[in-house]
């Protein structure tokens, strides 16, 4: 939020030993962003993931159509949806997703192909990535949280989980 920029900027400056934390923060961010970016280039570049959905389109029941299998999208689109949830480890999505029923029922075959040959140095590659970036996010966030401990109790003002106007 804007409106915080200058108690940040305050308290960094006031603080420095927050600034290393940070620094690995947004130094962690990108190599995740750019092994994501891979891994989703291969899923669907590769076609694993897109194997995986033709059959399940082939194997739907056979009083539905693979317009109404799909919910009137395109394949394309589930695929798209289906990529980024092996990706990003979803488990069950809400009924509101189109998506829904086709990655809910299928989810374990959608998510095995992250052992196929063609993808799993990739998949390796995103978990480091993200236990990496995990990590410098929860040294952070400790730093942060005892920071924000000893402010209150010094100030005698009570922790806010959010600000007035966003109640």
Known sequence: ME???PNLDQMLSLHPEFNAPIAEHDRRLP???EACRRLQEALI??????QVLDRVILERPPDKSVAQFLGGFETEDHLKVI????????GKLPGYYETAP????HR???VAVLKAVEVSPLWQATTEARNAFETAV???MDKLK????????SAGVPIVDRLAGQI
């Open 31 to 33: 190599p995740l962003a």
């Open 102 to 105: 086709i990655w809910n029922t």
């Open 138 to 140: 929860r040294e952070l």
């Open 3 to 5: 409106e915080v920029h």
């Open 83 to 90: 990529t980024d949830c092996v990706i990003n480890s979803v």
């Open 146 to 153: 005892a920071f924000r401990n000893e402010l209150s109790l």
């Open 45 to 50: 570049e590769r076609r694993v993931l897109g």
């Open 108 to 110: 374990d075959e959608f």
